[in-house]
Every structure is written in structure tokens, then in C-alpha cells.
């Protein structure tokens, strides 16, 4: 490979690695063709960028970063892939379908501004929630007090509604 060509994948890892909130990298080694497009296939319908990359390239690109990827220095061994997504754990639970087989097997993954190493994240990783299901849970909670409120004052008007109507029935 030139060096041009190269230098064009570093910097266009160094993008995606400004673009892309977070990743994962993967050891696809133990994967036959078949599966690797399995896999591209359930990538895309989950809107991850998965990109298989030289591990000396990927260093590169993580030197060139902003960010302190020296962590993940000592993963880049083997056959890597990398998974780029927008939401955190959206790759650590399509990574847990197919860890089963054991195979793809996690490296590292830069996710919510953490680094984690080894295989044994997966589990932490995939329970990281997404922006969007933490504000689901902040609404619930908010409207929590407001439908109690509601429905006391229900409960309650009803109550006085019968109380009336019991008492403008008494015969005097």
C-alpha cells in the first residue's frame, strides 16, 4: 500500500472518530465470510459504521486524535474491527446476539467519554442508557406526582359529588 493511500484512510479514521460519539473495537478473526456480511447486514439496519482496519493505521489515527486513546493501544493486535455509533450501547447488544458463539469478541470500546478494556465490559456496555431512554425515565418520573395530584382530586370531587347528592335526597 502507497503512502498516500495510507494517509488517506488515517485521516478519514480521524474523522469518523470526530464524527461518531462512540466505538467499539472488535476481534472478527473467528468469522467466515458469510458471517462478517451476517454481521456488516445487522450493522447497518442498527445504523453503526462498521470498518475493518489495519491495527497500525488505527494507531495512527489515534495519536493524531484530540482525545487520549492510549488504552486501547495495547488491544490493536490481531484481525480489529471497528464499530462507530451514535447511541452507546446500541453495538454492545448487538455484540451480546453474537458473543453466544463467542465470536466477534470485544476489544475496547470509547463510549459516554470511557474507555473500556477487555471482553468483559459487554455486559456494562450494553446496560449504558442511550440519551433518549434517560429522558423517557426523567418524564416518568415527572408525571408520576401530576397523575397522583389528578387522580386525588378525582377521587376526591367524586366523593363530595355523592356526599351532596345524599344529603339534597334526605328527606328533611
Do not use: W
Amino acid at each position: 500500500m502507497r503512502k498516500e493511500v495510507k494517509d488517506t484512510i488515517i485521516v478519514e479514521l480521524g474523522e469518523k472518530l470526530k464524527a461518531y460519539p462512540h466505538f467499539y473495537l472488535v476481534d472478527v478473526s473467528g468469522l467466515n465470510a458469510a458471517a462478517t456480511s451476517n454481521l456488516r447486514r445487522k450493522c447497518f439496519k442498527n445504523d453503526i459504521k462498521m470498518v475493518v482496519v489495519k491495527n497500525t493505521l488505527l494507531h495512527k489515527a489515534f495519536e493524531a486524535s484530540d482525545i487520549d486513546f492510549e488504552p486501547l493501544y495495547s488491544t490493536l493486535k490481531g484481525s480489529t474491527a471497528v464499530m462507530f455509533a451514535n447511541v452507546a450501547n446500541v453495538p454492545a447488544k448487538l455484540l451480546k446476539d453474537y458473543t453466544k458463539e463467542g465470536i466477534p469478541a470485544l476489544k475496547a470500546a470509547y463510549a459516554e467519554e470511557g474507555i473500556y478494556v477487555g471482553a468483559e465490559k459487554l455486559e456494562e456496555l450494553a446496560s449504558i442508557k442511550s440519551k433518549n431512554e434517560v429522558i423517557a425515565e426523567i418524564v416518568a418520573l415527572l408525571q408520576s406526582p401530576a397523575k397522583n395530584v389528578v387522580s386525588a382530586l378525582q377521587s376526591g370531587a367524586n366523593t363530595i359529588h355523592g356526599v351532596l347528592k345524599t344529603l339534597g335526597e334526605r328527606p328533611e
